[in-house]
């Protein structure tokens, strides 16, 4: 069983920033691919950026390219989602994820472990 821990969700101006960190229980962490994903108000959730258990990336979604970058480390057992340049239709709650698989994947379905998502507010 993995159990997920994300902090550092908050309320920002835009172009702000702020950086997401994500607490993973287990020994095997460092064989995890994880993921952040997100959920706006009405809209589904999507993928933003993933990275797989070598630290690779596998996706980063048009919408925050050059803006969000996902890191790993491995000794503490944390993944990090570093946020810049905030916008306002970055606002969501923001979880973090993690499969067994590696290689990770951008499906929801494919990912078994789930944190309980941090807020992410981000004001005009």
């Known amino acids: 069983q993995v159990e997920l821990v994300e902090s550092g969700g908050g309320l920002v101006q835009a172009g702000g920033s702020l950086r997401l960190s994500c607490a993973a229980s287990?020994?095997?962490?460092?064989?995890?691919?994880m993921g952040w994903f997100r959920q706006a108000p009405g809209k589904e959730r999507e993928c933003v950026i993933a990275?797989?258990?070598?630290?690779?990336?596998?996706y980063v979604a048009d919408s925050v390219k050059g803006r969000f970058t996902i890191s790993r480390d491995n000794a503490k057992n944390t993944v990090y989602l570093q946020m810049n340049s905030l916008k306002p239709e970055d606002t969501a709650v923001y979880y973090c994820?993690?499969?067994?698989?590696?290689?990770?994947?951008?499906?929801?379905?494919?990912?078994?472990?789930w944190g309980q998502g941090t807020q992410v507010t981000v004001s005009s």
């Open positions: 994820a993690a499969t067994t698989d590696g290689l990770g994947s951008t499906k929801q379905n494919e990912y078994p472990y």
């Open positions: 287990g020994r095997t962490f460092s064989s995890y691919a």
């Open positions: 990275i797989s258990w070598t630290g690779d990336y596998i």
